[in-house]
């Protein structure tokens, strides 16, 4: 069984940078990454994609947020990392963190509990 665990959440102005960061774990067999991302999800609406990277280093950012955040995988340590700079308010909103992959021959797909960034003066 896959977990995530996410950490780096909080309130920061607009301007402002944070680091998420989001570690995956296994019980038994160490899990094979295919990819990890972001996603975030704002009161009323949609979880919507922030960025997703697969273990090779691909990359896809949302248009609202490039330029300003970058995701990066750490594959030794099964972490992916947000940096985001510059926020904006609407950048608030519970960041949730996802991982694919394999556990011997098992595939998963599992989610964080979410970290709460509130961008606000």
């Known amino acids: 069984q896959v977990q995530l665990v996410e950490s780096g959440g909080g309130l920061v102005q607009p301007g402002g940078s944070l680091r998420l960061s989001c570690a995956a774990s296994?019980?038994?067999?160490?899990?094979?990454?295919?990819?990890m991302g972001w996603y975030r999800q704002a009161p009323g609406k949609q979880r919507e994609l922030v960025a997703q990277?697969?273990?090779?280093?691909?990359?896809n950012v949302a248009d609202s947020v490039k330029g300003r955040f970058t995701i990066s995988i750490d594959t030794a340590k099964s972490t992916v990392y947000l940096q985001m700079n510059s926020l904006k308010p609407e950048d608030t909103a519970v960041y949730y963190c996802?991982?694919?992959?394999?556990?011997?021959?098992?595939?998963?797909?599992?989610w964080g509990q979410g970290t709460q960034v509130t961008v606000s003066s």
């Open positions: 296994g019980t038994g067999s160490i899990p094979s990454i295919a990819g």
């Open positions: 996802n991982a694919a992959g394999r556990v011997g021959a098992q595939p998963y797909d599992v």
């Open positions: 990277i697969s273990s090779g280093g691909d990359t």
